[in-house]
């Protein structure tokens, strides 16, 4: 069994794969010490915790999932699916700057955004464009000015609409995680360095 292997973080899909790998490399100019496992969604991802805890020889397991509207209930189904791990070892509420459980196997968890707010991985990305940026501004009223009628998203994906509306127009019209690689995100944001310490 290789080193990554051993190690692995489990993620909901491609673009929170991709931000890890991304942010990591721009730090450390390396790829990843650990696996990233996408899983599709958040319930795979939950069902799939169980298994990967199982695994034999793994050393830490990773998640990173999304608080969406409500942190408090996304932890607790999160605590329900490492029952394997003693109670308690795991904090009642995730840990400010991303959760450390010293079991077997080591198990990290991070909530997007920051652990203790609701959002996802666009409200953690909204934090990493530059303060001085002159599309965001612009991207935001694009959306906001698209009439009820003609909205295709709910109104709790608004911030989402509003970063790809944003990601849309980079010089080459990227995903999240090429948008770090490309140094039009700042990863030297304090909740980037927050996430990748």
Not at 53 to 58: C, H, M, N, R
Not at 71 to 96: A, F
Not at 121 to 149: A, M
Not at 153 to 179: C, D, S
């Amino acid at each position: 069994m290789s080193d990554t292997s051993r190690k692995i973080l489990l993620v909901q899909g491609m673009d929170d794969k991709h931000v890890v790998k991304h942010i990591w490399y721009q730090h450390y100019h390396e790829p990843p010490p650990f696996s990233i496992k996408h899983k599709g969604g958040i319930e795979e991802l939950l069902k799939s915790i169980p298994v990967e805890l199982g695994v034999e020889k793994i050393q830490a397991l990773g998640i990173m999932i999304d608080a969406n509207d409500d942190p408090n209930k996304r932890w607790k189904q999160l605590v329900n699916r490492i029952s394997r791990i003693p109670l308690h070892l795991i904090p009642e509420i995730p840990e400010p700057d991303g959760t450390i459980i010293k079991s077997q196997p080591r198990l990290g968890v991070w909530m997007m955004p920051d652990n203790q707010s609701s959002g996802e991985i666009e409200t953690f990305i909204r934090q990493l464009i530059p303060n001085d940026d002159q599309i965001w501004p612009r991207s935001k009223r694009y959306v906001e000015d698209i009439p009820d009628k003609y909205r295709k998203f709910k109104p709790r994906k608004e911030l989402k609409a509003k970063i790809h509306a944003w990601l849309a127009v980079r010089e080459k019209p990227r995903p999240m995680g090429v948008a770090i690689k490309t140094g039009d995100l700042d990863t030297d944001a304090l909740l980037a360095i927050q996430f990748y310490e």
